[in-house]
């Protein structure tokens, strides 16, 4: 329901959950002021943090940093199941004071052992004004162009997004984005997306609500597409939870699923579990190995009903 086109993954994110602390909650304003509701494919983010990320086969990843402000990193991944595949990732940050915020300035690009590339750019033009631009390809062909503004006011975010514009084949995707913050724990908003194209055009109307306190965040997403619910709960400093409902009218499908996320900081552990109403049942766990600069990660997912078996082991460097 949030962005229709954006990078495989967040690029320059690196999963690093050691943290002893929550993280501070974006509602706390001293001054009384609503806050600003952020951006609206962020809604679901808290608890899509919690589920563990799917691996399979043998992955390598090694980090090295070139300077406050400039970092690369190299993978290798080797599978049975899927292609494997080098790449190679480079990121330039605008300064060292935004490496853990994920809406940094910033120019990140990835290239594959395929010639695939994905480049991504984050600028702010002023303080409240920020520009993004994504660009992907597979092999020797464009599949995604995209530019989208973004302004942040004091208690709303308004964005629009152009996709895949072709003026031979009169083609273009819109999307338009609004969130309001309504008061200190509630947001109402919506998404417009809006495609056109020699043989079809149409538009969709998506619209959203989320209500937060500082332990749990619920988020709701409904419109002619289907609906994405989602709840994130932080027990304690060491427990988090989190559930997800989707449905989709097209496929006339329904998932739910369940997460959690364990942090066992006196063994550098970290473990996340999932499990949904597909009969999917998988874990993660991260073991840094102190006084390495290295992370130690194995998983295993089952598809009951498909009868498959998903195990990946790898090693995260720097």
């Not at 990078?7 to 909650?25: A, E, K, M, R, V």
């Not at 983010?45 to 940093?65: A, L």
């Not at 300035?105 to 993004?132: K, Q």
């Amino acid at each position: 329901m949030g962005s229709v086109l954006a990078l495989s993954s967040s690029p320059g994110h690196q999963n690093w959950p050691f943290s002893t602390d929550p993280p501070p909650s974006r509602w706390d304003r001293r001054d009384g002021r609503l806050p600003n509701p952020g951006s609206f494919h962020s809604l679901h983010r808290s608890c899509k943090d919690v589920f563990p990320q799917q691996i399979e086969g043998v992955k390598m990843i090694v980090n090295k940093t070139l300077s406050s402000f400039f970092k690369v990193s190299h993978t290798l991944h080797l599978s049975a199941v899927s292609p494997s595949y080098y790449r190679f990732h480079v990121e330039h940050l605008q300064s060292d004071d935004y490496s853990k915020d994920k809406d940094a300035p910033a120019l990140i690009g990835e290239m594959d052992s395929s010639g695939s590339l994905n480049a991504h750019a984050l600028l702010h033009l002023t303080e409240r004004v920020r520009a993004r631009t994504v660009f992907q390809t597979q092999q020797s062909q464009f599949v995604t162009w995209q530019f989208e503004t973004e302004y942040r006011g004091n208690d709303f975010t308004a964005a629009v997004t152009v996709a895949n514009p072709d003026v031979l084949r009169e083609s273009v995707i819109l999307v338009a984005h609004f969130l309001q913050s309504v008061s200190s724990g509630l947001v109402l908003g919506g998404e417009l997306v809006y495609h056109r194209g020699r043989a079809e055009e149409g538009g969709i109307l998506t619209l959203a609500g989320q209500y937060s306190r500082p332990n749990w965040v619920a988020t709701l997403n409904a419109g002619k597409g289907g609906a994405h619910a989602s709840y994130y709960h932080r027990a304690n400093k060491q427990i988090q939870v989190g559930v997800e409902f989707e449905a989709s009218t097209r496929t006339q499908e329904t998932t739910t699923s369940f997460g959690y996320q364990m942090e066992l900081p006196e063994a550098n552990m970290v473990f996340r579990g999932m499990i949904n109403s597909r009969c999917i049942i998988g874990g993660v766990l991260e073991k840094r190995l102190t006084p390495l600069p290295a992370t130690l990660i194995m998983g295993a997912f089952v598809n009951h009903r498909g009868d498959k078996l998903q195990v990946g082991l790898g090693v995260n460097v720097g």
